[in-house]
């Protein structure tokens, strides 16, 4: 956690330089500086409101940490630490490196389009009251709860056959216990011949897409 956390602190820590450093070149006493800056090394520094700022960037649970005198300067460290750790780099001319130079390059790539998403697309991603109502009065059918329905079948190549198990049903002998026994459909036999829930002129279970199957299903 804390490798992840300094990583994500470079970049910030050069912006919170730059602004420094741009600052005015008034000569400024020992105590005015003590009373500014929360970090120092040489020519880089790091007020305190810039440490306070980038505190409040933090999640909320790393915020209760660094916001007290001792996370501060714990911060401030870690800021010093990486700071010198980058003037040692630059003399090794680490930056000079192929596996740094890539990814480097990886970093940027991946920086460079985040921030395109940010100012280009996420902007138009969301779409107006207008927008949302068109796409709805287009796509009803999507946002529509269709009619379903639950059947079993006893199927069979005798016809006769069929008319003997209607009669069997009507007197009152179990449509299941029937389908299980007789139907020659092997995939919905052990389960009585259930066909399932399906839409009208949705996928059956054991049938696949049948609309006159589905059209009597419905009108039962």
């Known amino acids: ?14 912006v919170a ?23 120092r ?15 409040e ?14 996370g501060k300067v714990e911060l401030a460290d870690r800021f010093i ?14 930056k000079n490196d ?3 130079r890539d990814q480097v390059e ?29 796409y709805y009065d287009a796509n009803k059918d ?5 009619p379903i329905a639950r059947a079993q079948h006893i199927l069979s190549s005798d016809s006769l056959k069929l008319v003997g198990f209607k009669k069997r049903v009507e007197d009152g002998e179990p449509f299941t216990a029937l389908a299980n026994k007789y139907s020659e459909d092997e995939l919905t036999r052990p389960d009585g011949g259930d066909l399932g829930y399906f839409n009208p002129g949705g996928y059956i279970r054991g049938i696949g897409y049948s609309r006159k199957i589905s059209e009597i299903a419905f009108t039962l």
């Open 17 to 39: 330089m730059a602004f420094v450093i741009g600052c005015s070149g008034k000569k400024e006493t020992a105590e005015e500086q003590a009373a500014k800056y929360a970090a």
């Open 41 to 55: 090394v040489d020519s880089w520094k790091l007020t305190r409101d810039d440490l306070t700022k980038l505190i």
């Open 81 to 94: 630490q990486e700071e010198l750790y980058y003037r040692e780099a630059l003399k090794k001319k680490l």
């Open 57 to 70: 960037t933090l999640p909320e649970h790393q915020q209760a940490k660094y916001k007290t005198f001792e």
């Open 142 to 146: 999507k946002y529509t709860i269709q």
């Open 1 to 14: 956690m804390k490798d992840r956390l300094t990583a994500g602190f470079l970049v910030v820590v050069f």
């Open 106 to 134: 990886k970093y940027q790539r991946s920086l460079l389009a985040a921030e395109y998403f940010n100012r280009e697309i996420k902007p138009k991603a969301f779409p107006t009251e207008d927008e949302i109502k068109d």
């Open 98 to 100: 192929e596996k740094i």
